[in-house]
């Protein structure tokens, strides 16, 4: 980032067109408030915070009210493409401190934004570069706007380079390859013209019903730390801040409901520690993100964006984050309408305010903040000294970013060859090859020999579906592959490949017909027959179901997590015919397939991928790709064992096959166990090494193992290391992730892997919650999954 705050040395063409833009445009330095001089503030040679109290010295409390709310981009709330004669009688005047997905051109049938400055590239840098020269030129103080943009698969913009969903970004447990991906999302937005991406998104998905789970990268704190960090820095070494999201204990709402419900999570401080902000404090700590979202729930009856605690006490003050905090939509209006624990709107901006939120955002105009907030400084309600703090915090980062130094997108034309390049093709690829994750595979049906295999049955409601491959928060209007045609284009004419839907993705009922089931209707039951008859003339039958954009995602929670609708139906039906089944499921969050895992002989677990989703899945059912993801995530049986998560209290969690009590009255055990996927190859693991065996309380431990691949086929294995804590001051959990790498082998290649476990690796808290390396035992533990340990070795910490 330092090249950033560099002197300004050359400006585009066209802003040397008018005597104006000649005034304020100085080599090295731009006159902003354009008096003819250069202040400190203007000056790229003087510390940020001197540049930030000079610039706080010099505006009105309207200018700082400005600084301190979202302006939401075209077809959202902002009415123009482009400046308007108009803008100079709205609140944004005065400045504003964001605009957020401005002409990005995202397609969702809940949030549509065309536009016809999106494509190509080169054509929206300019566009936000018209848009930063009004802010900067007509405005007095000529404060640049951060330009925000999500991004938690991909920039979320017209023709982007796309990623899985989260939640298989998650399951690729590859930590060079997200600092890729995060390097990726970063240069892009740069590029285009955003300074300021909200990912990554750090919540542990806890509850496999809430609908958001396809947004995460699983349910461990640790994987997610380690994965958020990466997404964070790659972003962020382009020159580009990263917001983290959700801020904080938002993603375990009570019976994992979403939406218009009041999220209530129930958890207990220690596991509030230990579990939800553990993602946070790592990725600030160790990545410095400029940005953080406040979500919208509350943790105890004390709702985040209201909260001292929260927003000032633990992220500032604990954690030492110094960016700017931005609201998720609606959050600060929640205190009034959902929460009840302000009377009026004017008081829930005061307690946001107080709290220590920077920048409201919303789908309102941003003078609905910005005017109670003049409001209650008239009143005397809240100081000048906090409203320099909140507007410092904001100024602070547009500093960080350069945008004082160099407010616009120096070479628009650049974009065309940067955004999706052949380059960020490929790494979005190997990130969706990385993703798939094997979860059965009796007899070893798969891969698939493409010569022996002459007749192709594809079946199921998602086998021509694409909508998944695009979803709300990353890229739109890529070409898009479905299962079906990613197969087609891979046997060409080696083979004849049919169809057959088989059924919808959901019944008339549903999701009634989870709890009242009503019989198959005469379409249904035709459709059924007309898939099991082309079955009967098939060599193999690859069924492709789970779940598309309308049955997971924000505010989609459900109740159940059996496949939808007759799909299940479908499966037995394809089964009873005696071919080789194939289930490749595409869904979002843990599915409870029983049925399924006992009777079908294989099972691909391809999450939501990208546009090339079809292209992936074939490659890997036919061996080109193996499958070496790993699931970050626990799928349980039922949902009556929820919660039922990774990592556990000791003895919270009935074993596998065990009695529940006295008395067999449960399904006990994981369908799959976190940590868990099968490849085409073998590994086996060997030699673990631990030193030193005693070690200080503040020293260092070192790990080694060795890893080979003992099978037929190049494959990729996830070493996965876990901590287990022998005995301690207070209930811990059984044993904990605490290291993990993705290691491609040859056939018959060993190789050796290293990990370092440092203090913080080992802490817990203590009694009077105090974060504490406790003397005694601890056990280092090698596996296949959390489940499948191979390898065991003590250690011990001594005073």
């Given at each position: 980032m330092r090249k950033l705050l560099l002197p300004l040395l050359f400006l585009p063409i066209f802003f040397q067109s008018s005597a104006q833009e000649k005034s304020i445009y100085h080599k090295g330095w731009i006159d902003f408030n354009k008096n003819g001089k250069m202040d400190i503030f203007e000056d790229p040679s003087q510390p940020i915070d001197k540049r930030v109290a000079d610039l706080l010295s010099q505006m009105t409390v309207e200018e700082k009210t400005c600084q301190l709310a979202t302006l939401y981009g075209y077809k959202r709330v902002l009415k123009e493409e482009m400046p308007a004669d108009s803008w100079k009688n709205e609140v944004w005047k005065d400045g504003i401190a964001n605009i957020d997905e401005e002409l990005n051109n995202l397609t969702s049938h809940t949030d549509a934004a065309p536009t016809q400055y999106s494509f190509?590239?080169?054509?929206?840098?300019?566009?936000?570069?018209?848009?930063?020269?009004?802010?900067?030129?007509?405005?007095?103080?000529?404060?640049?706007?951060?330009?925000?943009?999500?991004?938690?698969?991909?920039?979320?913009h017209d023709r982007a380079t796309s990623l899985p969903a989260p939640i298989g970004i998650g399951s690729t447990w590859d930590k060079p390859l997200v600092r890729l991906a995060g390097d990726v999302v970063g240069r892009e937005g740069k590029a285009l013209g955003y300074t300021n991406i909200y990912t990554p998104i750090l919540d542990p998905a806890r509850?496999?019903?809430?609908?958001?789970?396809?947004?995460?990268?699983?349910?461990?704190?640790?994987?997610?730390?380690?994965?958020?960090?990466?997404?964070?820095?790659?972003?962020?070494?382009?020159?580009?801040?990263?917001?983290?999201?959700?801020?904080?204990?938002?993603?375990?709402?009570?019976?994992?409901?979403?939406?218009a419900d009041r999220t209530d999570p129930h958890v207990a401080p220690r596991e509030m520690y230990q579990i939800y902000l553990y993602p946070f404090r790592r990725v600030i700590q160790e990545a410095h993100a400029l940005g953080v979202m406040s979500s919208y729930n509350d943790w105890n009856g004390e709702p985040i964006t209201g909260s001292y605690f929260f927003l000032t006490e633990l992220l500032r003050q604990k954690f030492g984050f110094d960016g700017y905090v931005v609201s998720d939509s609606e959050a600060v209006e929640y205190l009034y309408s959902k929460h009840h624990v302000a009377g009026s709107i004017d008081e829930a901006v005061r307690q946001a305010f107080e709290a220590g939120l920077n920048v409201r955002t919303n789908f309102t105009m941003p003078q609905t903040y910005i005017m109670p907030l003049r409001r209650l400084y008239a009143e005397g309600k809240i100081s000048m000294k906090t409203l320099d703090s909140r507007v410092g915090d904001v100024l602070r980062v547009k500093f960080k970013l350069g945008l004082f130094d160099h407010p616009y997108v120096e070479d628009p034309k650049a974009a065309d060859k940067i955004v999706h390049n052949a380059e960020a093709t490929a790494m979005g690829l190997k990130m969706n090859r990385e993703s798939m994750v094997l979860l059965k595979n009796e007899n070893n049906l798969l891969p698939l020999n493409k010569s022996a295999i002459k007749n192709i049955l594809v079946t199921g409601p998602l086998a021509m579906e694409t909508n998944f491959e695009v979803s709300r928060y990353g890229p739109s209007h890529n070409p898009m592959t479905s299962v079906l045609d990613g197969i087609k284009n891979y046997v060409g004419s080696s083979a004849t490949v049919n169809y057959a839907k088989g059924c919808n993705i959901v019944d008339a009922?549903?999701?009634?017909?989870?709890?009242?089931?009503t019989p198959l209707t005469s379409d249904e039951q035709a459709s059924i027959d007309s898939a099991v008859q082309q079955a009967k003339k098939s060599d193999v039958v690859i069924a492709v179901v789970g779940e598309d954009v309308d049955r997971v995602g924000e505010s989609l929670s459900r109740t159940g997590l059996n496949l939808p609708g007759r799909q299940l139906k479908l499966i037995q039906a394809l089964q009873a015919t005696g071919k080789p089944v194939i289930m490749v499921m595409i869904n979002g969050q843990p599915l409870t397939v029983n049925w399924e895992n006992k009777y079908v002989p294989a099972i691909l677990e391809a999450w939501f991928p990208g546009p090339e989703g079809g292209k992936v899945i074939a490659e890997t059912l036919f061996g080109d790709n193996n499958p070496g993801g790993k699931l970050s995530i626990t799928f349980p049986k039922t949902t009556g064992q929820i919660e039922f998560n990774f990592p556990f209290k000791q003895g919270s969690q009935a074993p596998q096959g065990g009695a529940n009590s006295w008395g067999k009255t449960s399904v006990n055990g994981a369908l799959y166990p976190f940590g868990y996927g099968l490849s085409y190859t073998t590994f086996e693991y060997s030699n673990l090494q631990v030193s030193p065996k005693k070690e200080h309380q503040q020293g260092d431990v070192t790990v080694t193992v060795d890893v080979t691949n003992t099978g037929q086929l190049k494959g990729d294995d996830v070493v996965e290391l876990y901590l287990k804590q022998e005995v301690s001051s207070v209930t811990t959990y059984e044993y904990?992730?605490?290291?993990?790498?993705?290691?491609?082998?040859?056939?018959?290649?060993?190789?050796?892997?290293?990990?370092?476990?440092?203090?913080?690796?080992?802490?817990?808290?203590?009694?009077?919650?105090?974060?504490?390396?406790?003397?005694?035992?601890?056990?280092?533990?090698?596996?296949h999954s959390s489940e499948d340990i191979k390898l065991k070795q003590e250690f011990e910490v001594v005073n």
């Open positions: 190509p590239y080169s054509k929206h840098a300019a566009a936000i570069n018209t848009i930063q020269k009004w802010f900067v030129e007509q405005t007095r103080m000529g404060i640049p706007v951060d330009f925000t943009n999500e991004g938690i698969h991909g920039l979320n509850d496999q019903r809430w609908g958001r789970v396809v947004e995460t990268y699983g349910e461990d704190p640790f994987l997610i730390a380690e994965l958020g960090k990466q997404m964070c820095l790659g972003v962020q070494e382009e020159g580009v801040a990263s917001t983290l999201k959700h801020f904080a204990v938002y993603s375990v709402p009570k019976g994992g409901r979403d939406g009922t549903w999701p009634e017909s989870e709890i009242i089931e904990d992730l605490r290291g993990f790498e993705r290691v491609p082998l040859n056939p018959g290649e060993k190789k050796t892997i290293t990990f370092t476990l440092h203090p913080d690796d080992l802490t817990i808290l203590d009694k009077n919650m105090n974060w504490t390396v406790e003397p005694g035992k601890f056990e280092i533990m090698i596996g």
